[in-house]
């Protein structure tokens, strides 16, 4: 079962804005990740954030993670057109030798030229 | 630097049918996981291999195993398929050997598998 929960499910921008997506999860992690997929092809890696860790940034994505609150966002600063993709945060449960990961019900984000 | 790949890219069984899919991991990367995204779904993790076993299995029946070759590679086999297994089915590489599990995924394009 999917551990994510992702708000909003469908997002729509202008060109330039920015955009906030945020995760829900319900257990302990060990590290909380966002990915992107293109037109349902693969996943592409955008960022992980460790659980003892509260913001990342990676160019203009910057990610934070509230373990207490057990949410995460994902905001993407200055969008282009080429961010048009849906958006999914997934979770490396913790504890364990796997890091088998929990999949959100993902965001679609379409930004307008 | 090879990332990793995924054989077919598109694949149509009839319903009872057997399949299987192939995946070659990335460069430098022991284990390979995969997952099946339905349609407007998050993937949902089947399985994980490292040193050619199964060492994780998600809610999946027994109609889907899998292997892992000396060679890293690995299959995924699905027998007597459903209509309800059309589904993306993707491979993610990883190395797990340094026992550090804050490494991100490398994924493949996934192949689409369309039972009829």
């Known amino acids: 079962s999917q551990q994510g929960e992702e708000d909003p499910q469908a997002l729509s921008i202008q060109e330039g804005e920015n955009a906030t997506m945020n995760c829900s999860y319900k257990t302990s992690i060990n590290n909380l990740q966002w990915y992107r997929q293109n037109s349902g092809r693969g996943l592409v890696h955008l960022i992980l954030?460790?659980?003892?860790?509260r913001e990342k940034h990676s160019g203009r994505l910057r990610v934070t993670l509230d373990t207490s609150k057990k949410s995460s966002s994902l905001l993407i600063t200055a969008s282009r057109a080429a961010d048009t993709a849906s958006y999914f945060c997934?979770?490396?449960?913790?504890?364990?030798?796997?890091?088998?990961?929990?999949f959100g019900t993902g965001t679609l984000l379409a930004v307008q030229p | 630097d090879a990332g990793v790949t995924q054989s077919p890219t598109h694949l149509i069984k009839t319903r009872g049918q057997q399949v299987t899919l192939r995946c070659s991991p990335k460069s430098g990367h022991d284990t390979v996981s995969w997952y099946q995204q339905a349609l407007g779904q998050g993937p949902q993790f089947i399985f994980q291999y490292y040193e050619e076993e199964e060492r994780q299995r998600g809610n999946f029946p027994d109609r889907f195993s899998g292997h892992q070759f000396p060679n890293y590679s690995s299959e995924l086999n699905v027998n007597a398929l459903l209509l309800g297994d059309s589904a993306l089915y993707l491979c993610?590489?990883?190395?797990?050997?340094?026992?550090?599990?804050?490494?991100?995924?490398?994924f493949g394009s996934g192949t689409r598998l369309t039972v009829v």
């Open positions: 954030i460790r659980s003892n860790e």
């Open positions: 997934a979770t490396g449960p913790y504890g364990g030798a796997t890091n088998k990961l929990i």
């Open positions: 993610a590489s990883s190395l797990v050997g340094t026992g550090d599990p804050n490494y991100g995924y490398t």
